[in-house]
């Protein structure tokens, strides 16, 4: 059962491309949040999707005037992946951008805005789903 009625033979979903997710958690954060000077993390795998995510936080970094940013590599083979997550606590980052599934999150001190399931209403995703875990500023982009 798709949850879709009447069934359909072809239903598809649609995201913004993850480019898009990314510049608009960007703007989230510096238009909606009004963050200033903000410490800024991406955690990403190292995978094509990963690489994208990557290039477009430098490139918004940027246009930003990001001043602290930090990234690290997350091996989708990967178990576990503590060093990493404690390499991004060391920079006391305000927020976090994590491509990871939920399954894979590790624990962060900084809110989890999440982008599961992003649709049309995107931006309202990401500002009203909050998952109380103990993380705090926290932006999920999920793959």
């Known amino acids: 059962m798709t949850g879709f009625q009447p069934v359909r033979k072809y239903v598809f979903g649609t995201i913004p491309f993850y ?19 903000p410490t800024i993390a991406l ?63 590790q624990n962060l001190a900084p809110h989890v805005f999440k982008a599961l399931e992003a649709n049309a209403t995107f931006p309202e995703t990401v500002g009203v789903m909050r998952i109380n875990d103990g993380l705090d500023k926290v932006l999920v982009h999920q793959w």
């Open 19 to 37: 480019e898009d997710q990314i510049e608009l958690i960007f703007e989230y954060i510096f238009k909606d949040l009004k963050a200033k000077n």
């Open 43 to 105: 955690a990403y795998p190292d995978t094509a999707s990963g690489n994208i995510s990557r290039d477009t936080c430098r490139k918004l970094t940027k246009i930003y005037n990001v001043k602290n940013y930090v990234e690290t590599i997350i091996s989708v083979g990967a178990g576990d992946f503590t060093s990493q997550i404690l390499r991004l606590k060391t920079h006391n980052p305000d927020y976090v951008i994590i491509q990871l599934h939920p399954r894979r999150r």
